[in-house]
């Protein structure tokens, strides 16, 4: 299985690079701020599947640097679908939580209706309408609260944060589920190699860690699994004010993939025991 991949410092490009047959293209191959060139680099490769883990995901700077954000959230992946559909290729694409607008207390399903709270949802939404609307073999993966060893994350600063303090307050309202990004690497590359030996399996499909949890409390297991001493309290989100606004409820139902694909929602402390 060739696979070629967009996006190459992220947590889950880095992930998706130590599986064998992988070419990455990072911002010194292709820059996706000019999305122009995606036609021809996937016209020009041999693989059997493309999956796009490139994104804009500055969540508060997309607040005020909307070109950038629509150029990678929406532009790229939609050329890229574009692409794949007249080569009759699979294109994989990841998404966010943050097309829904964090309501209620449910678990998002694929068919919910979506709201997007800030920039940053917004023209992750917009993408996946540009990758619905190519009409090739595709799938969208929409996945919530990602962590690992590589780049930026939650589980990164809190153990950076506790290395100095005895206590932090952490946002206790908002509830989703931690999503190891090696576990989204293993599960986009079974999805491909499904996908290109089957077809009608393209859609929308949800995948994150179980058990759902507040930040405060991934926080608490963070820190008794690195046996550091730091105290967690509760803050509402309206104590933490950020410039965009986060869902409360980033719950997502992942029932369909594992219908299809037969993929389970993996253990979210298993991948933190790994980190």
């Known amino acids: 299985m060739k696979l070629l991949v967009f996006g190459k410092s992220g947590q889950v490009a880095q992930e998706l690079a130590a599986h064998p047959g992988v070419t990455c293209m990072g911002r010194e191959q292709v820059d996706l701020l000019h999305p122009d060139r995606v036609d021809d680099v996937i016209r020009g490769a041999r693989v059997d599947a493309v999956i796009n883990a490139a994104a804009y995901t500055a969540v508060d700077k997309a607040e005020t640097d909307h070109v950038s954000a629509r150029a990678l959230n929406t532009e790229a992946p939609g050329r890229m679908a574009r692409a794949c559909a007249r080569r009759n290729i699979p294109f994989l694409h990841i998404s966010t939580d943050y097309v829904f607008d964090g309501s209620g207390s449910a678990a998002w399903t694929e068919t919910d209706p979506t709201g997007p709270l800030g920039q940053y949802g917004k023209t992750k939404l917009a993408g996946e309408q540009a990758v619905l609307a190519a009409e090739g073999n595709h799938a969208i993966l929409r996945t919530s609260w990602v962590f690992s060893r590589h780049g930026n994350n939650f589980v990164k600063t809190m153990l950076r944060l506790g290395e ?57 297991v963070i820190f008794d699994l690195a046996n550091m001493k730091v105290e967690v309290t509760d803050i509402p989100s309206s104590d933490y004010p950020t410039p965009a606004p986060r869902p409360l409820n980033s719950r997502l139902d992942c029932t369909k993939i594992y219908q299809t694909f037969g993929i389970a929602r993996p253990d979210w402390r298993d991948g933190l025991i790994d980190m």
């Open 164 to 220: 100095d303090r005895s206590q932090l307050n952490v946002v206790a309202d908002q509830v989703g589920g931690p999503t190891p990004a090696k576990s989204i690497a293993n599960t986009l590359v079974a999805m491909a190699t499904t996908m290109s030996e089957q077809s009608g399996l393209g859609g929308i499909y949800h995948f994150s860690g179980a058990p759902n949890v507040s930040w405060a409390d991934f926080a608490r």
